[in-house]
């Protein structure tokens, strides 16, 4: 009956066997893929914003946002560790054995019995042979020992002893980039948030009003984030995200931004950017100046200081708000990125949050051919328009006319979320570039007067044309012509839509919409007329006329959905830019990178490198003759070794025998 192995004897097996560590590095493998895709550490709105709520909350779950300190993925990586140190433990006495035993005791029988073996009788004295195999094997890098018993001796020899090393320096070599890992991971944050020593802070406040909990000392152990510096600025701390909150990491030393360069292309794409940093250092005797870009960071105390991306650092704007409806007044702000704005009117408050500020702005457009090209359609402001209420609508303003199919356009997109994508306004540019001959045609559309004069005008000359004199019925289309021109200013064309649906029935819907769309359209035309008037402009209308006439209905069309009482124009600008660094201190980066060394070379060892072994059996003979068995085995590479084997049994047959008495071979010859 079997002896049943020990609890502790199949636990050990169990964490030792091959098949736990290839599951576990497969785990770890499609986790660090998850990590890899899926941008991690970033603040949890922008994941909901991404995924969606159901996403969002079975993503949390997992804990797919921060992979790498997940409990599951660092209980993981403990039971890799362990299983790979049990393995090694386990396997390297008998890999000691097998570098220290030349097996010089092998029997002449089991040497006949290898595949590659060579049998050969010479008339060399068995001394002669004995003194040829040597130095032939010593030429040839084996080590070997020799035993002489029962007349006959063996001359065992071996090398590549080292693929083994590659075994002990694989495996060590992944254990120690999993602790270097660890010694760069959150784990010591995360113990000290389970003992209720730290908290994240969740809230957007200013970093000197964060509260000790969540601070971090200078001398954290390692630490990996973030901080955007003005122009000009120092800081001495970085933002460490965690979860839906972040830390404030102190800094041993103080950075400055001295000066930011960026450099475009030609169609305004980023090119390359670099900082001049100073670093303020009670231990230095001045301050220590370098400049960073790209893949060239500066490491100071063990700390890198790479140049992460840039930003706004504040930016000078000169915003000019022009208002979409009479009961609101014009404004000149003078504003800063980054800053909010208190706006009055006559009927509701708002507050206006400028954002960011862009200088370039690479966005997809047509070319004359009507191909999709890049084109930098220039500066920007993007701002939050909030209401007393709270609610708030996003807005991005470019400063320059944009050029569509020939004509010029003032851009501005609009979203109530940041999930969504931007709805635009187009207000079509006046012939002296500016947007004075559209506001001033909204502003006329809304006077009821100058409607109801225009209107008049019209229906009485048309009336005229057609030899009608009717008082009643003139009255009428007047008052058609004021109330519809009214209604659309306010509502737009849905509002005419939702008027039409509640006043006639549905067969009767579509011929009333098309008599009211052409009331309409004559008393917005009337006044367009009067528009130019007023700019002196008294000539027959030409085709360009006319398409500013149809670009600027489009436009007031979709004003009642802006959200926006005011178009708030960019008029001008003083660019400030920051720089985005990235701040880390790694100790475990050097440790990763021993053990990825270490894993390069095993790997290398283990696969360029075989153990082979060789046995040369010698017996003396009579008449001074001497009996030769020539035998071989490698671990690896049996086709290269059997070639190898075979030039070696060839040169001991040149060398050896100078008469074959008797050959006879059972390997492969």
């Given at each position: 009956?079997?002896?049943?192995?020990?609890?502790?004897?199949?636990?050990?097996?169990?964490?030792?066997?091959?098949?736990?560590?290839?599951?576990?590095?497969?785990?770890?493998?499609?986790?660090?893929?998850?990590?890899?895709?899926?941008?991690?550490?970033?603040?949890?709105?922008?994941?909901?914003?991404?995924?969606?709520?159901?996403?969002?909350?079975?993503?949390?779950?997992?804990?797919?946002?921060?992979?790498?300190?997940?409990?599951?993925?660092?209980?993981?990586?403990?039971?890799?560790?362990?299983?790979?140190?049990?393995?090694?433990?386990?396997?390297?006495?008998?890999?000691?054995?097998?570098?220290?035993?030349?097996?010089?005791?092998?029997?002449?029988?089991?040497?006949?019995?290898?595949?590659?073996q060579h049998n050969l009788t010479t008339h060399l004295p068995a001394a002669e042979a004995q003194s040829f195999a040597q130095r032939l094997l010593t030429n040839q890098g084996f080590r070997m020992r020799q035993k002489t018993a029962d007349g006959h001796t063996v001359i065992a020899?071996?090398?590549?002893?080292?693929?083994?090393?590659?075994?002990?320096?694989?495996?060590?070599?992944?254990?120690?980039?999993?602790?270097?890992?660890?010694?760069?991971?959150?784990?010591?944050?995360?113990?000290?948030?389970?003992?209720?020593?730290?908290?994240?802070?969740?809230?957007?406040?200013?970093?000197?009003?964060?509260?000790?909990?969540?601070?971090?000392?200078?001398?954290?152990?390692?630490?990996?984030?973030?901080?955007?510096?003005?122009?000009?600025?120092?800081?001495?701390?970085?933002?460490?995200?965690?979860?839906?909150?972040?830390?404030?990491?102190?800094?041993?030393?103080?950075?400055?931004?001295?000066?930011?360069?960026?450099?475009?292309?030609?169609?305004?794409?980023?090119?390359?950017?670099?900082?001049?940093?100073?670093?303020?250092?009670?231990?230095?005797?001045?301050?220590?100046?370098?400049?960073?870009?790209?893949?060239?960071?500066?490491?100071?105390?063990?700390?890198?200081?790479?140049?992460?991306?840039?930003?706004?650092?504040?930016?000078?704007?000169?915003?000019?708000?022009?208002?979409?409806?009479?009961?609101?007044?014009?404004?000149?702000?003078?504003?800063?990125?980054?800053?909010?704005?208190?706006?009055?009117?006559?009927?509701?408050?708002?507050?206006?949050?400028?954002?960011?500020?862009?200088?370039?702005?690479?966005?997809?457009?047509?070319?004359?051919?009507?191909?999709?090209?890049?084109?930098?359609?220039?500066?920007?402001?993007?701002?939050?328009?909030?209401?007393?209420?709270?609610?708030?609508?996003?807005?991005?303003?470019?400063?320059?006319?944009?050029?569509?199919?020939?004509?010029?356009?003032?851009?501005?997109?609009?979203r109530s979320t940041p999930a969504e994508p931007f709805r635009y306004l187009h207000i079509p540019v006046d012939a002296k570039g500016g947007i004075e001959r559209f506001m001033r045609l909204l502003s006329n559309i809304q006077d009821a007067e100058l409607v109801k004069k225009s209107?008049?005008?019209?229906?009485?000359?048309?009336?005229?044309?057609?030899?009608?004199?009717?008082?009643?019925?003139?009255?009428?289309?007047?008052?058609?012509?004021?109330?519809?021109?009214?209604?659309?200013?306010?509502?737009?064309?849905?509002?005419?839509?939702q008027e039409i649906a509640e006043r006639f029935p549905q067969e009767k819907q579509e011929s009333a919409s098309e008599a009211f769309m052409k009331v309409l359209n004559a008393s917005l035309r009337a006044v367009y007329v009067e528009t130019l008037k007023q700019e002196g402009i008294?000539?027959?209308?030409?085709?360009?006329?006319?398409?500013?006439?149809?670009?600027?209905?489009?436009?007031?069309?979709?004003?009642?959905?802006?959200?926006?009482?005011?178009?708030?124009?960019?008029?001008?600008?003083?660019?400030?830019?920051?720089?985005?660094?990235?701040?880390?201190?790694?100790?475990?980066?050097?440790?990763?990178?021993?053990?990825?060394?270490?894993?390069?070379?095993?790997?290398?060892?283990?696969?360029?490198?075989?153990?082979?072994?060789?046995?040369?059996?010698?017996?003396?003979?009579?008449?001074?003759?001497?009996?030769?068995?020539?035998?071989?085995?490698?671990?690896?590479?049996?086709?290269?070794?059997?070639?190898?084997?075979?030039?070696?049994?060839?040169?001991?047959?040149?060398?050896?025998?100078?008469?074959?008495?008797?050959?006879?071979?059972?390997?492969?010859?």
């Open positions: 009956m079997k002896n049943t192995p020990s609890t502790s004897t199949r636990l050990i097996n169990f964490l030792g066997s091959m098949n736990l560590a290839i599951t576990l590095l497969v785990v770890v493998a499609i986790a660090s893929i998850i990590g890899t895709i899926l941008k991690q550490n970033q603040p949890y709105t922008d994941y909901q914003i991404k995924f969606g709520s159901f996403w969002f909350d079975l993503f949390r779950m997992l804990g797919l946002y921060d992979v790498y300190s997940a409990v599951w993925f660092l209980t993981i990586l403990a039971f890799l560790v362990i299983s790979i140190a049990t393995c090694v433990g386990r396997n390297t006495p008998g890999v000691l054995r097998e570098l220290r035993h030349f097996r010089e005791n092998v029997q002449e029988k089991s040497l006949r019995a290898m595949k590659h020899a071996m090398k590549g002893g080292s693929n083994h090393w590659g075994y002990w320096l694989t495996h060590i070599g992944i254990i120690v980039i999993c602790l270097g890992g660890l010694m760069d991971s959150r784990l010591p944050l995360m113990v000290a948030e389970w003992q209720g020593k730290l908290t994240p802070e969740t809230r957007n406040i200013p970093a000197s009003d964060v509260p000790a909990i969540s601070q971090l000392p200078a001398t954290s152990f390692s630490y990996r984030g973030n901080v955007d510096i003005p122009e000009g600025n120092r800081a001495n701390i970085i933002f460490l995200p965690m979860r839906d909150g972040y830390y404030v990491q102190h800094l041993p030393f103080e950075v400055e931004v001295k000066a930011f360069r960026v450099e475009h292309y030609s169609t305004g794409m980023p090119k390359s950017f670099e900082s001049d940093l100073l670093i303020h250092d009670k231990d230095l005797p001045a301050p220590l100046e370098k400049t960073i870009s790209v893949n060239h960071p500066l490491i100071y105390k063990g700390i890198a200081l790479y140049q992460a991306n840039f930003g706004d650092g504040g930016s000078e704007v000169k915003l000019r708000l022009h208002p979409f409806s009479t009961r609101y007044a014009a404004q000149d702000l003078d504003g800063k990125v980054f800053r909010d704005y208190n706006l009055t009117s006559s009927e509701q408050q708002f507050k206006l949050e400028v954002n960011d500020f862009r200088l370039f702005n690479i966005n997809d457009m047509e070319d004359e051919a009507g191909k999709a090209i890049k084109k930098n359609i220039g500066p920007s402001v993007t701002f939050k328009l909030r209401d007393a209420s709270g609610q708030a609508m996003e807005y991005q303003n470019y400063m320059n006319p944009v050029s569509i199919k020939g004509q010029n356009y003032y851009i501005s997109g609009v209107a008049v005008e019209t229906t009485r000359s048309s009336m005229q044309e057609a030899t009608v004199q009717n008082p009643e019925v003139e009255k009428q289309v007047v008052e058609s012509m004021i109330r519809l021109t009214m209604l659309f200013a306010t509502k737009g064309a849905d509002g005419i839509t008294t000539s027959e209308l030409s085709e360009a006329d006319w398409q500013f006439f149809d670009d600027s209905i489009l436009a007031i069309d979709k004003i009642s959905a802006y959200g926006s009482p005011w178009f708030v124009q960019l008029s001008s600008f003083t660019q400030i830019e920051a720089s985005g660094l990235q701040i880390t201190r790694s100790p475990g980066k050097d440790v990763v990178y021993f053990g990825s060394a270490m894993l390069t070379i095993g790997v290398f060892l283990l696969f360029y490198v075989t153990h082979r072994r060789v046995w040369v059996w010698i017996k003396p003979l009579d008449n001074n003759q001497a009996e030769v068995v020539v035998a071989g085995s490698a671990n690896r590479n049996q086709p290269e070794f059997e070639l190898y084997f075979n030039s070696l049994q060839k040169t001991f047959q040149q060398a050896m025998v100078q008469e074959v008495q008797d050959v006879s071979s059972t390997g492969n010859n």
